[in-house]
């Protein structure tokens, strides 16, 4: 494991998914211009439950902070219930007090997607880059829709998404066919955020949370890529962790 990556494993789903939680509202606490990057999935949904009631119950405000998306399906237009636009909308955007003017989703939809991409990467700049980037990981060790073998100095732009990654995400779709295509931000976009929290859940995963933690460092593992990162942590719960052997006690790196 590098020095710097830091990996916590918690018991199970929901103590993940409050653990993510707590340091996204620690973020905002501290920067409430915080500039966030943010990950849509399954995985995801627990955290983003917590931050909603957080903002009902407790006031927390995301008002002042901006949101950039990691990816996007191409082809489907914003209201497709597949999309990311409507996961965003009704798990986070939609419920929360964020500006829209500050939230940013890839466009799927785009006349001209490579300069849509361009045009993305210039706003990550133009925020002032990524505060927080917060992941989840597939099943083959993708982050965003960064495919195996996706270049490590990648930015925002059109992927072909695997074969395996259409499979497990087809149940999202009338008739059981995911797109072909989808908008990522790179994998150099991912690694310029200042700090990088990447949140796995369920032994699926454990696969591909060993080869990132423990194996080479290597384009065919492209969460492996976060170990040259200086500020990344995993939080992972018992099934994902369960590749990791001895090398990992509860709640801290051995
Ligand atoms: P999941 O997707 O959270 O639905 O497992 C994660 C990913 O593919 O990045």
Redesign the pocket.
């Known amino acids: 494991m590098s020095a710097s990556l830091r990996a916590r494993v918690l018991p199970d789903y929901g103590a993940m998914s409050a653990a993510a939680a707590d340091l996204v509202t620690a973020k905002l606490r501290e920067r409430p211009h915080a500039v966030f990057m943010v990950?849509t999935?399954?995985?995801?949904l627990g955290m983003y439950r917590r931050l909603v009631a957080r903002h009902e119950e407790d006031g927390l405000s995301f008002a002042l902070a901006t949101f950039f998306n990691l990816d996007e399906y191409m082809g489907l237009p914003p209201d497709h219930p597949a999309s990311y636009h409507v996961y965003m909308r009704e798990n986070f955007y939609g419920r929360v007090d964020v500006d829209p003017g500050k939230v940013h989703v890839p466009d799927g939809f785009a006349p001209d997607p490579e300069a849509d991409c361009g045009r993305y990467e210039k706003e990550i700049r133009a925020a002032g880059g990524v505060d927080l980037c917060v992941l989840?990981?597939?099943r083959n060790g993708?982050?965003g829709f960064n495919e195996p073998g996706a270049s490590f100095g990648s930015r925002t732009r059109v992927v072909r998404l695997a074969e395996s990654t259409r499979r497990v995400n087809a149940a999202d779709f009338e008739g059981g066919r995911a797109p072909e295509r989808a908008i990522s931000v790179g994998m150099r976009t991912i690694s310029d955020s200042r700090e990088v929290l990447l949140l796995a859940s369920g032994a699926n995963k454990a696969g591909a949370v060993a080869a990132a933690v423990g194996g080479g460092v290597s384009e065919e593992v492209p969460a492996s890529a976060l170990r040259h990162h200086p500020n990344v942590s995993f939080l992972l719960d018992r099934g994902a962790a369960s590749g990791l052997g001895g090398s990992m006690t509860e709640g801290r790196p051995a």
Not at 41 to 44: A, Q
């Open positions: 990950p999935g399954t995985t995801p989840g990981i597939g993708h982050v």
